[in-house]
């Protein structure tokens, strides 16, 4: 199994920032995709960026500019979303999601984490 851990939630004033943290462990071989989705109560759950293993990088348009995913170098399969100039509607929970194939067999992953709060309020 691959197991997915989210970091770095809070609570933040308007136009503040935080870094939330993903990282992947169990048997894994590669991951080939890392994603962040949030979701606000009573709202569907939203794409905000998408990682692939080949280096491209989407963003959702209510974050272009302002959110920033990356990968993490010091910490094996892990990933950061850098999130800048935050505003109430970036209110939600926030989830990692990543992809890839298992050690050993080869089997493909699909894994999500827990979710971390992230609350922007004055």
């Known amino acids: 199994q691959v197991h997915l851990v989210e970091s770095g939630g809070g609570l933040v004033q308007p136009g503040g920032s935080l870094r939330l943290s993903c990282t992947a462990s169990?048997?894994?071989?590669?991951?080939?995709?890392y994603d962040w989705y949030r979701q606000a109560p009573g709202r569907e759950r939203e794409l905000v960026a998408s990682?692939?293993?080949?280096?491209?990088?989407?963003y959702a348009n209510s974050v272009k500019g302002r959110f920033t995913l990356s990968r993490n170098y010091d910490v094996l399969n892990s990933v950061n979303l850098q999130m800048n100039n935050l505003k109430p509607e970036d209110t939600a929970v926030y989830f990692c999601?990543?992809?890839?194939?298992?050690?050993?067999?080869?089997?493909?992953?699909?894994?999500w984490g827990q979710g971390t709060q992230v609350t922007v309020s004055s």
């Open positions: 169990g048997s894994i071989f590669s991951v080939s995709v």
């Open positions: 999601h990543a992809k890839g194939l298992v050690m050993t067999t080869m089997v493909g992953f699909d894994s």
């Open positions: 990682f692939t293993g080949r280096g491209s990088t989407t």
